[in-house]
């Protein structure tokens, strides 16, 4: 008579015990789909355009400044903007991880590890307490629908010195009106003004090759000490398809500018105004060489300033010479295409 057996699991010996050769058996069913995704031969051979592209993004990180401004000022445009060149840095991590390619990861970390050390820093808070000067700059547009509203909105920021630009002639009066109570001191010069709750002396505008005046400069006898105030909207550049990035006249101006200031006699020094260019713009070396400025010092976060509806750039700029700078920050927006910015200054 057959004698009948139970059955039993394939992956056992009838003891309940996994059989010889089971469980590798299983490790590979769970291991090899990985392997067939991410093959070593592979995933360094895929992504060589991605990996690519990287290298291209750190080296005009790495060597903006010898893009050349003979053609369409290509590199004053490229410098304009290179904060926003990290935009590209998640997107070529996604499309490498996407594309499995250990190349293209390895590449991503160049110019992720060189724009942090580049603007890393003016993600985070610097700012700190103390500061015995508030200063304001804004250029409220010539435009502007509602000029009383924005001098309403300047005044109560409750800055000690308030410069503005781009202020039309027949508006002028009406800023200086909305603004007597708080500033008893101001002097308009051209399309610039400067206001102020200390006295002003020596005021006289500043000759920056433009033809007519849009910078002008003061001494302030502030409670602690005279500290000379330039208040300068230099021109506008344009991006043009037939001629690119022209801004000869702002350049220019901008090494006018940068003259007047390195002849100043007086220890502490603070310059506001529309600048039509960032910090890293090459063209305003002539400036920024030779002063700080508060929000790359002590500000909080980019700090960009316009086009106030959506803003891509820090144009509108407060440097100092002399100078501490404690803290620096972006205001609401106005009626003006521009944002007002501030800072909180220690004098020496």
């Not at 904060?83 to 991503?108: D, E, F, I, N």
């Not at 603007?119 to 509602?146: C, E, M, W, Y």
């Not at 101001?186 to 005021?203: A, E």
């Not at 409670?223 to 801004?247: I, N, W």
Request: proline share 7%; aromatic share 6%.
């Amino acid at each position: 008579m057959t004698q009948a057996h139970g059955s039993t699991d394939a992956t056992t010996d009838g003891t309940g015990r996994p059989e010889r050769g089971a469980v590798p058996k299983l490790r590979a069913g769970l291991v090899e789909p990985f392997l067939r995704w991410w093959r070593p031969r592979g995933m360094w051979r895929r992504g060589i355009v991605l990996a690519a592209v990287a290298v291209l993004l750190a080296l005009l990180l790495s060597f903006h400044s010898r893009l050349p401004n003979r053609i369409g000022n290509v590199g004053s445009l490229s410098e304009t903007f290179l904060p926003w060149s990290g935009l590209a840095v998640p997107v070529l991590l996604v499309l490498a991880l996407v594309r499995r390619s250990t190349t293209a990861l390895a590449a991503v970390v160049l110019p992720l590890a060189l724009w942090l050390n580049m603007f890393g820093g003016l993600l985070t808070d610097k700012s700190r307490p103390g500061g015995d000067l508030t200063v304001l700059t804004h250029n409220v547009n010539a435009q502007n629908p509602d000029p009383d509203a924005t001098a309403r909105d300047v005044a109560a920021a409750g800055a000690d010195i308030v410069a503005l630009e781009e202020l039309p002639e027949d508006q002028a009066p009406r800023y200086a009106r909305d603004l007597a109570a708080a500033y008893p001191y101001h002097s308009v010069q051209g399309t610039v003004g400067l206001w102020s709750r200390y006295p002003l002396h020596g005021v006289r505008p500043v000759d920056i090759r433009m033809g007519w005046t849009r910078a002008m400069r003061a001494a302030v006898s502030t409670p602690h000490g005279q500290v000379a105030v330039y208040v300068a909207h230099l021109p506008s550049v344009r991006v043009k398809f037939d001629a690119g990035f022209t801004a000869g006249q702002r350049d220019r101006a901008a090494d006018a500018l940068g003259r007047a200031i390195a002849g100043e006699t007086l220890h502490s020094v603070v310059l506001l105004g529309d600048l039509n260019g960032t910090m890293n713009d090459r063209a305003l070396a002539s400036v920024t060489s030779q002063m700080r400025s508060t929000q790359g010092a002590a500000g909080n976060g980019m700090g960009f300033s316009w086009p106030a509806s959506f803003p891509m750039a820090r144009i509108d700029q407060i440097m100092v010479k002399g100078i501490e700078p404690r803290s620096s920050w972006t205001l609401p927006r106005t009626g003006s295409d521009h944002l007002p910015v501030a800072a909180r200054l220690q004098l020496p």
